[in-house]
């Protein structure tokens, strides 16, 4: 199973989303993160990745690790990942937008939903109220979720 980062950027009321601009998830709205090379650790993936996608710095002492997801798809089982959910609690620099990615500051109740993957209705509260929780999500073919279960 493929394993990748996926991260969280609260400020004061706001939440840091991208929107994807190319390749898998194109067209909606997430967290930004991404695969985990073989020679990385999880938080290393996460620097990275934040650099590449929105520009930003953060230090691994600044990287709190907060879930984990595991998704299923039906449609192609090379897509399965593990995605280590982490919060970066303190960074460097203005998100700015990428080949990849749309960086955008959302307030926290207008987090558009409607434009997102149908399993961050589920967790992104759950997680937004601090909970730390372990899911797996089982995908349709058309990306809609089959099934999704509590892990811990």
């Given amino acids: 199973m493929k394993q990748a980062t996926l991260w969280i950027i609260l400020q004061d009321d706001k939440i840091l989303l991208c929107m994807k601009k190319r390749w898998f998830w194109a067209g909606f709205w997430n967290g930004p993160g ?45 897509w399965n990942l593990d995605a280590h959910v982490f919060k970066i609690l303190a960074f460097k620099g203005v998100p700015t937008e990428t080949e990849e990615m749309k960086p955008e500051w959302f307030e926290i109740l207008k987090i558009p939903y409607d434009q997102m993957w149908e399993d961050d209705k589920i967790w992104f509260p759950r997680m937004l109220s601090g909970e730390k929780i372990e899911y797996d999500f089982y995908f349709w073919n058309d990306g809609k979720i089959r099934d999704y279960k509590v892990i811990q």
């Fill in 34 to 78: 991404g695969k985990i090379e073989a020679w990385e650790t999880e938080k290393q993936a996460m620097i990275r990745e934040m650099q590449e996608e929105t520009t930003l710095e953060a230090k691994e002492n600044n990287l709190e690790k907060v879930w984990v997801l595991h998704f299923y798809f039906d449609q192609d089982s090379t």
